[in-house]
């Protein structure tokens, strides 16, 4: 009887522990990449990815690292999840950064989001996810993606 007591106890003890603190890792998803037409010129786009970088990127940790007119390209390193941190060691986290590169021509423009990498995982502790995932990533992208069509595919830059 004590050997099922204690077995007993142990079976229990590991399945309390287990289900407290899981973590999973999760591969990391493709780039999000999107393609606008509009009826401006390479210059009015490139004024306008400029622009939506600028007021996208609007910390201290997002910052446009590259420009090159000629070429048509803004690149630029973007604070997708910001840090947290706790007076738990175990419930703080690091930024991630995502790369957004954008490339226009005449009455085209293309924006690219490569995820972090290897950041992603949930992480299951006292009833709470702690973490990022694939979807979270896919979420915050595709409304990136959405504001920066709305910019490029908006009206006109009118002249002064």
Do not use: H
């Amino acid at each position: 009887m004590k050997k099922f007591t204690i077995l007993s106890f142990c079976i229990g003890v590991s399945y309390l522990l287990n289900s407290c603190a899981s973590i999973v890792i999760q591969d990391t998803p493709p780039p999000k990449i999107a393609t606008f037409e509009n009826e401006l010129s390479k210059d009015q786009n490139y004024v306008l990815a400029n622009e939506w970088m600028v007021e996208s990127f609007n910390n201290a940790t997002s910052v446009i690292q590259f420009t090159d007119k000629e070429s048509g390209t803004v690149k630029g390193k973007y604070t997708i999840k910001s840090a947290y941190i706790s007076t738990n060691t175990y419930a703080s986290t690091d930024a991630l950064f995502a790369i957004i590169t954008i490339r226009v021509k005449d009455k085209l423009s293309r924006i690219e989001i490569d995820p972090p990498t290897d950041a992603f995982f949930s992480r299951k502790s006292m009833g709470y996810e702690i973490g990022y995932t694939a979807s979270m990533f896919d979420e915050a992208a595709s409304k990136l993606v959405a504001d920066f069509q709305s910019r490029m595919q908006g009206e006109a830059i009118g002249e002064w």
